[in-house]
């Protein structure tokens, strides 16, 4: 079954300085891949996605991510991290209309 | 404007209560679906419908009911045979062709005492 790990349950990060979560999956065919950021109490904002084509796909927010089949990799990443970057965000594949979430990191943003 | 809600924000119920969640899309989506969320758990999912009159058990199901009499709308009751009721509720809706892509709504804080 498809599954997908996000090994970073928290990360700090300074005000401007880089920010890279990860991300690993488990799906035997070419995945639909998904992140998702979720502020305290609030639903979830789909951040970015990747179907196929070009593995660097460009969200919302500044933030970008890399599949890498070798890997099994879709980690996201920002280059400078603003203070409205706290927040929890999730990873997730596709099947048949269905999610499967990773567990979250959640991001701290130091000043 | 287009979107999910859901209603109350925030529930309080006693223990043995049944207790229906709203959930309600104005984006013509054909499938829906309710999610659990605990701390350090993600989110798991409850049950999913794809068409009107149709819905499927998800990872989660037991202790839950929902109904799809209506495309707009997915109801979850939390009932008294949920043995830990007490958590955020995640209704999410998505298009039946395409990516999988899904859309949230705002969650409601159901808790149970």
């Known amino acids: 079954a498809q599954s997908v790990t996000q090994p970073d349950i928290h990360i700090t990060v300074s005000e401007g300085a880089s920010l890279e979560l990860r991300c690993n999956y488990s799906y035997g065919a070419t995945p639909y891949l998904f992140w998702y950021v979720q502020s305290p109490g609030q639903g979830l904002q789909l951040l970015l996605k990747y179907f196929s084509g070009d593995t660097l796909v460009q969200g919302i927010k500044g933030f970008e991510a890399e599949f890498k089949r070798s890997q099994s990799s879709f980690n996201l990443r920002k280059p400078s991290v603003h203070w409205s970057d706290a927040a929890e965000y999730f990873c997730?594949?596709?099947?048949?209309?269905?999610?499967?979430f990773g567990a979250g990191t959640t991001v701290t943003v130091r000043a | 404007d287009g979107g999910i809600t859901q209603s109350p924000k925030y529930l309080f119920r006693k223990e043995g209560q049944n207790v229906t969640l709203s959930c309600e899309q104005n984006l013509n989506h054909d499938a829906m679906y309710w999610y659990r969320q605990d701390p350090g758990q993600g989110l798991r999912l409850i049950y999913y419908s794809q068409i009107v009159n149709d819905f499927q058990k998800g990872d989660i199901a037991e202790g839950y009911s929902v109904s799809r009499e209506k495309k707009e709308s997915f109801p979850l009751t939390v009932t008294s045979a949920q043995k830990n009721p007490t958590a955020f509720y995640l209704c999410?809706?998505?298009?039946?062709?395409?990516?999988?892509?899904?859309?949230f709504g705002p969650g409601t804080r159901l808790t149970v005492t």
């Open positions: 999410a809706s998505s298009a039946t062709s395409g990516s999988g892509e899904q859309y």
């Open positions: 997730a594949v596709a099947n048949d209309y269905k999610l499967s």
